[in-house]
C-alpha cells in the first residue's frame, strides 16, 4: 500500500509526486528483474547486472560487459512496450551496435519494433511527468 500521508496531515504536491515516484521504482525493478531473465533465458544472453535508473533521454543502456540500465518511467507504459526495450537492450548483447544485424535479432524475438518506437516518442514527455 502506498502511504504519502505524514503525521501531520497531507503533505505537499512535491513530496507526494517524489513518493509515489519512488514507489514506481520499486515496482518498476521487481517487473523489469522478471522480464529481464524471461528474455534473456529465452535468447540465451547472459546479463551481469540490472540497474533501474532515471535516464532523461533514453530508456535503456547495455554496456559491453552485459550491464544493462532500464529507465523506471517504462514502468508506467504496456508491458508490450517494456518488452521491446528489453529485447532491444539485450539484442545488444549479440550485436553492440544497431546494424542490420542488431535489428534482425530484434524482429526475430520481439517481432517489429516500429510500432514500439513510435508509441515511445509520442509519450515521452507523459513518461517523464512525474
Ligand atoms: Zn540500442
Redesign the pocket.
Same mark, same amino acid.
Given at each position: 500500500m502506498l502511504d504519502v500521508r505524514g503525521p501531520a496531515g497531507i503533505r505537499s504536491a512535491a513530496i507526494r509526486r517524489q513518493a509515489l515516484a519512488n514507489w514506481l521504482r520499486r515496482a518498476a525493478k521487481r517487473d523489469f528483474s522478471e522480464r529481464v531473465a524471461y528474455w534473456s533465458r529465452r535468447m540465451g544472453v547472459h546479463v551481469n547486472q540490472l540497474r533501474i535508473k532515471d535516464q532523461k533521454s533514453r530508456w535503456g543502456s547495455?554496456s559491453s560487459l552485459g550491464n544493462i540500465n532500464l529507465n523506471w518511467r517504462l514502468i508506467q507504459a504496456p508491458s508490450r512496450i517494456v518488452d521491446y526495450v528489453v529485447v +532491444?537492450?539485450l539484442a +545488444?548483447r549479440i550485436e553492440f551496435n +544497431?546494424s542490420p544485424a542488431f535489428w534482425r535479432i530484434v524482429e526475430q524475438w520481439y517481432g517489429d519494433p516500429q510500432p514500439a518506437r513510435q508509441w515511445l516518442r509520442a509519450h515521452a514527455a507523459e513518461l517523464h511527468q512525474l
Open positions: 547495455c +532491444h537492450e +545488444h +544497431h
